[in-house]
């Protein structure tokens, strides 16, 4: 596949400047791809402040989805068009709010995820019998979700390898619905089944199920259930727990002061015990308020969330770990002197 990228918006009268600008990308390897495309937007061209993107790929809305909040799609003139040939045209701008969202080039020429918050969560759906993949994408959009629609199954590793989403959204019936449960469970990933499961075997990144047929919004509503959004409402806006401190408006944890990308199940975790410093938490009530949406949630699966929890915020690095598991009566956040605040008082 090529596409055609474009730096800079051509004055009115002189649309040939944008022959200085253009840079073609032959991605053969992503087909059709198009968080793919997006990601090398960022890469593509100097100053990606403004850019028009031409592909013969046809379902534009997963692009520009998946290109982030901070990206206005903006209306090509006549003459932009007819300068730029054939093709599927798109013309992005970065807006006034900030930075681009898109992956900075990392070391080795591989491409760094974006920091985000969980309220951004990246969601990946799958097409599968009986689901309306174009349908899913704009009910999560109209919630802040960039979304984004998956290639075929059978070549969705290499997409996987280089994005990985938050969540995934698969047909339980799709062809190699088995093989790509088993990719996610290995990059951790948590899904949410569209179907009838009961032919996949177990799975331990299936955090949801939704029977079939099913209309959108209640799939996107189960996605929001998955990364733990309406798990967080009610709680209070800040909580701060000595070296823990969490913003719950903003999806963001710090530990000593140093902001930690958590996944939303861990988030959520570490801002239940957040909640309650001092006072432990059995693993049937963790499971019950970290995954709500669930009622297969074994004492396993709660300790393999805390465990990656403490990984992630280097609590085996402290002489005196900030989670313990007290024998008999739960998990607890060993801090005393723990306060929790609102934005109202």
Known sequence: MLIRVFSGRARPGREEE????????????????PGLIAAHLGTAVDDPTSCIVVTMWEDLDSLVAF?????????????????????????????DEGASPLPEPGRNGRTLRPRHHAGAARALVFAGAGT????????????????LIAPALASAAGLLTRWRPDVAIIGADAPGASKLLAQLERIEV??????????????????????????????????????????LQGMPELLDAGPIRIDIAERIAFVDDVPVELP??????????????GQPI????????????SAWI???????????LRK????????????????????????????ASSSGG
């Open 18 to 33: 944008l022959r200085a600008y253009t840079r073609d990308i032959a991605l053969p390897e992503f087909r059709s791809a």
């Open 67 to 95: 290109t982030g909040p901070n990206w206005q799609q903006v209306m090509t003139s006549p003459d932009e068009r007819q300068m730029l040939g054939t093709g599927t045209v798109t013309h992005f701008v970065l807006d």
């Open 132 to 147: 309306d993949v174009t349908g899913i994408v704009h009910s999560l959009k109209r919630r802040g979700f960039p979304a």
């Open 190 to 231: 948590p899904v949410l089944l569209v179907g009838d499961g009961r032919n996949l075997g177990s799975s331990s990144n299936i955090k949801a199920a939704v029977l079939s047929p099913a209309e959108a919004d209640e799939i996107a509503s189960a996605v929001e259930i998955v990364i733990g959004r309406p798990l």
């Open 264 to 277: 939303p199940k861990e988030f959520a975790l570490l801002a239940e015990l957040a909640l309650h410093p």
């Open 282 to 293: 059995p693993s049937a009530e963790i499971a019950t308020r970290v995954w709500p949406e």
């Open 298 to 308: 074994t004492g396993d699966d709660v300790r393999r969330t805390v465990y990656r």
């Open 312 to 339: 992630l915020i280097g609590d085996d690095d402290r002489t005196t770990p900030l989670i313990r598991n007290r024998r008999g009566y739960g998990y607890v956040l060993e801090h005393q002197g723990a306060s």
